[in-house]
């Protein structure tokens, strides 16, 4: 039960918060939100020092009327690590919400949503069977368009939110006619019964793996997901959204077709190397961190692709601390400056922000990769599975450098470059509450890695080899210079180092985004300008079918209602001769049977 | 041939006769004349059968009362005009008898597919006292239930044909 | 004498009576045809009665004349009451019930 009990803290929280929540202050809605997910952290906790781990199950009751169907939780072998990460981070950023919000009058919504946003990738993630995943799948897809259209008077804000949930629709289309698929094919939904699913539908499975954690080219949500408030950001970089195409793909591991798993390794180094790209052009502070979470997810499709679950899962944990605490500075950055997010009016914002500085260089060092920061050692594990296959070895190197430039780009031309604008004299701390979640998240972010590589910390996977020494130094003599690169660049204010025209191509994706958008807008339009035509002439003509044949049944029944007493005679004079008909017609069959 | 088959012979055949009278008769009182002597040829057939105590009982409530309640309303209502016949009317000559005819069809192809050559089995009580103790012993809750319903119809008929102070109005009270 | 000649005298007088009720449209007519059918039910019954031995059918005949008596006294009192209203006993004329 203490299982269930993960799940239905933040749950209850959630509950709390939306039907009592209108009577609590705005104090006390952080203190229920932060508080029901350090909850369930603890739980989670306990189970992990109690030792009780993989392989446990809790049955809460049946469900769906299929076998698989129960509402059911489990832990499988990357459960635990998961669901400690997934708790752990969102209760610091819970707690990082309440200072960021402050006097935001939408704090109810804003805090029993992060709840529930919680629990259901808690279902992702512990869900015994794909019924219940499905359920947090599509919870985390409802939640994530509550947060990101958080401030629902904005326009761009709206617009982000409906793109989000529309692109997350698609995937998720593909991911339910994969559960039926997977129903057709093996008459079950529980995770331990799968294995050799047919290539469609692993293909159909991928492809909500890929919507949810925005791959090409169902990627082009998310950049735009940065109108909700920084810490939803955070959210869903780190912790409950963008990684649940990942679990799902470490979850089903072995289960999906061979080809399909290449077909997401190669789709992941694409995507990797792409978005590393397009970060390097970025000039809003929150779209480089977007991009770099498209290019890190990139890896851990390849790293899932090709079966390394201990690489991914290291991964997958080490991006979760770096990639929060750095939207955790960005959002502190933003407090401190009021809400500037242009990199280029940003700058020299190191000696003003003596906390979130280091915090967010904490976190830059990890997405650098430099040792010995914990990316490090993640991305190491991830090209060394990789070394057998030279293309996506060379794609995880190159994203690795890359990811170190436009890291190094980024706190170059934020905390050291001159200053941008006059913003920055302005410039504040930002309140305790804010920054003690920051550093609790900056710590992880530098160490976790080492203390993985050197066996501090267990992740419940046996580790792979370690990697080549030749292969080490070259990772950490690519990330070393990328970054020196960067901070040498950008140290004096903004730069292009990209070709001009290139550059621009970058900052807009690529045209992706564009190209998909008009592209579906055009063949949507187009199926719904013929079905509208055809539906409302068959609704026009049925509609006066229906009503003509009323009419005129009206027309000949009214004949029958005469008000003679001798119609009503013969009327019943003939449904008497009628049925006496009948029955000797049937007593003879009946006679003759 | 037995007495019962002469009996059914005769009476039968006055039977059918006068009913076809009594319908189709334009005046309603030969009708009803023609109804009392269908009535007292049932009654024949009922004697013939054994069954003494129903046959008086025909004759006596059915033939005696029952006619003579339908002469009173003849005379009472012979003074109304002739019958006059509306366009709207419904025109049921011709289906009305064809459908009847199709009704006797089937039921006599029933009745011959039912195949009851004897007409008395053997045995049976048929006396008085039999059918008294059959009336006030088994059928003793219907045949209270029959008195309040002939309690109604009097009390019904009575204020039905009242004359009362306006016409096409109930009495309020 | 089979009881099917009964049964069939029965049967004679019920259509009969029916379709007089149809047909005719003088109420008293119509109520002449009612009798009719009633007596060619009562003497199926009477048939039967004898034919199986058992005094049921009888009973049942008794029934049905006091229900006759009722229905003629209830019938013929709206005869009167319909001659009072329309000047007329032809019901085809009391067509009140129009839908």
Known sequence: MTLWLVVLLPISGAVVLAVAGGRLTRRLHGVIGAGSIALSFGAVLSMATAGRGEGLRATLGPWLPIAGGDLALAIDRT????????????????????GYLGTDSGTQRYFATLDLFVAAMLLIVLGANLAVVFAGWELVGLCSYLLIGHWRERPA?????????????????????????????????????????????????????????????????????MEGPTPVSALIHAATMVTAGVVLLLRLGGALAPEVLAAAAGLGAFTALGAALAALA??????????????????????????????????????????ATLFLGAGSVMHATGNEQDLRRLG?????????????????????????????????????????????????????????????????????APAGSAVIRGAHESPRLMLVPLVALALPALGFGALVAVGGISLGVPATEGAPLALTLGAAGLALAGAGLGLLRYRRGPFELLPAGFG?????????????????????????AALDRGVEATLQWSLDAVGR??????????????????????????????????WSLGVGTGAAR | MTAEQGIFGVAGAICAVAAVNAVFRKDTLAAAVSLV?????LAVIYLGLGYEFLAAVQVGIYAGAIVVLFTVAIMILSQTRAVEILARAPRLGVVGPVVAALLFLILSAAIVRGRLPVAVAPGGATTVEAIADALFVRFLFPFEVTSVLLLAALVAAVVLTRKRSTEREWPRR | MPTTAYLLLGAFLFALGAAGVVTRSNALSMLVSV??????????????ARRFAELDGVIVAFFVIAVAAAEVAVGLAIVVDIARRHVSVDVDKASDLAG
């Open chain 1, 79 to 98: 459960g635990m690590p998961l669901a400690l990460m997934v708790t752990g981070v969102a209760a610091l950023i819970a707690v990082y919400s309440i």
């Open chain 1, 157 to 225: 804000a709206a617009a982000a939110a409906v793109k989000a949930f529309v692109v997350n629709r698609a995937g998720d289309a593909a991911f339910l006619v994969g559960l039926f698929a997977i129903l057709a094919e093996r008459r079950t939904l529980a995770l331990d019964d799968l294995g050799g699913l047919s290539i469609l539908t692993s293909a159909l499975l991928l492809c909500g793996a890929l919507a949810k954690s925005a791959q090409f080219p169902l990627h082009i949500w998310l950049p735009d997901a």
């Open chain 1, 282 to 323: 970025q000039t809003d502070l929150k779209r480089v961190l977007a991009w770099s979470t498209i290019s890190q997810l990139g890896l851990m499709f390849v790293g899932a692709g090709i079966g390394a679950v201990f690489a991914t899962l290291f991964h997958l944990l080490a991006h979760a601390f770096f990639k």
């Open chain 1, 348 to 416: 020299a914002l190191g000696p003003r922000l003596r906390w979130t500085a280091p915090a967010f260089a904490a976190g830059a060092l990890g997405l650098a990769a430099l040792p010995p920061a914990s990316g490090f050692f993640s991305k190491e594990a991830i090209a060394a599975a990789a070394l057998d296959r030279p293309l996506l070895a060379v794609a995880v190197l190159a994203t690795g450098a890359l990811s170190a430039l436009y890291a190094a780009r980024l706190f170059a031309l934020v905390f050291v």
């Open chain 1, 504 to 528: 621009r191509a970058a900052l807009a994706g690529f045209g992706a985004d564009r190209a998909l958008v008009r592209g579906g807008s055009w063949l949507v339009g187009t199926i719904a």
């Open chain 1, 549 to 582: 044949l009323i009419l005129r049944t009206g027309a000949r029944s009214q004949r029958l209602e005469s008000g003679f007493v001798r119609s009503y005679e013969a009327y019943l004079l003939a449904g008497a001769v009628l049925l006496l008909a009948w």
């Open chain 2, 37 to 41: 002597v269908t009535l007292l040829s």
């Open chain 3, 35 to 48: 009798e009719l059918m009633l007596n060619a039910v009562n003497l199926t019954f009477v048939a039967s």
